[in-house]
T-cell receptor
Framework: LAKTTQPISMDSYEGQEVNITCSHNNIATNDYITWYQQFPSQGPRFIIQGYKTKVTNEVASLFIPADRKSSTLSLPRVSLSDTAVYYCLVGDPLYNQGGKLIFGQGTELSVKP | NAGVTQTPKFQVLKTGQSMTLQCAQDMNHEYMSWYRQDPGMGLRLIHYSVGAGITDQGEVPNGYNVSRSTTEDFPLRLLSAAPSQTSVYFC?????????????FGQGTRLTVV
């Protein structure tokens, strides 16, 4: 399973766009990139998953360059409620489906008024 | 659907006691797993299961047992609780699909061993 590296913490203000980058130099051909969000005292929640280029849903966008050695989670116009820890996971989707998730340290995002 | 349900939400144990953390899901998911999260840390995988009757060890399995007799339930047993097992425990479930491969987590069990 590929190791991931993310910033430990980030600060932002309401209304700004936040980009959190994750490095995964040893990503394998079959690996997907998945991001989870965790609020205090809650279990993680799936945000977005992608394999290459760009994926967008109602919550976020995920940008993956051609070499796939990094990825960027983009949160548009954050609000106070986006304050959470964000985890980047890399692995075979067979295991990503709740079978064998390997979490790193995560990025603690703090959104200020 | 209730999703993933964990019981109890809070538990205090004395060192050496045993107990079982319950996890149930009503989504007919094949995959289930247990994680622990210590303060300021990410989640660490304890045990996981890819189907009834099949379990395997994760990153930190020592001191914990699991079994998967049904698709719905995946209990985690602490054999002889130690203070080092004080943590928040999360259960998750998921199923193998081609897309939208997300895992669903329970609300957690906060365990304190004194």
């Amino acid at each position: 399973l590929a190791k991931t590296t993310q910033p430990i913490s980030m600060d932002s203000y309401e209304g700004q766009e936040v980009n959190i980058t994750c490095s995964h130099n040893n990503i394998a051909t079959n690996d997907y990139i998945t991001w989870y969000q965790q609020f205090p005292s809650q279990g993680p929640r799936f945000i977005i998953q992608g394999y290459k280029t760009k994926v967008t849903n109602e919550v976020a966008s995920l940008f993956i360059p051609a070499d796939r050695k990094s990825s960027t989670l983009s949160l548009p116009r954050v609000s106070l409620s986006d304050t959470a820890v964000y985890y980047c996971l890399v692995g075979d989707p067979l295991y990503n489906q709740g079978g064998k998730l390997i979490f790193g340290q995560g990025t603690e995002l703090s959104v200020k008024p | 659907n209730a999703g993933v349900t964990q019981t109890p939400k809070f538990q205090v144990l004395k060192t050496g006691q045993s107990m079982t953390l319950q996890c149930a899901q009503d989504m007919n998911h094949e995959y289930m797993s247990w994680y622990r999260q210590d303060p300021g840390m990410g989640l660490r995988l304890i045990h996981y299961s890819v189907g009834a009757g099949i379990t395997d060890q994760g990153e930190v399995p020592n001191g914990y047992n699991v079994s998967r007799s049904t698709t719905e339930d995946f209990p985690l047993r602490l054999l002889s609780a130690a203070p080092s097992q004080t943590s928040v425990y999360f259960c998750a479930s998921g199923r193998p699909t081609g897309t939208n491969t997300e895992a669903f987590f329970g609300q957690g069990t906060r365990l304190t061993v004194v």
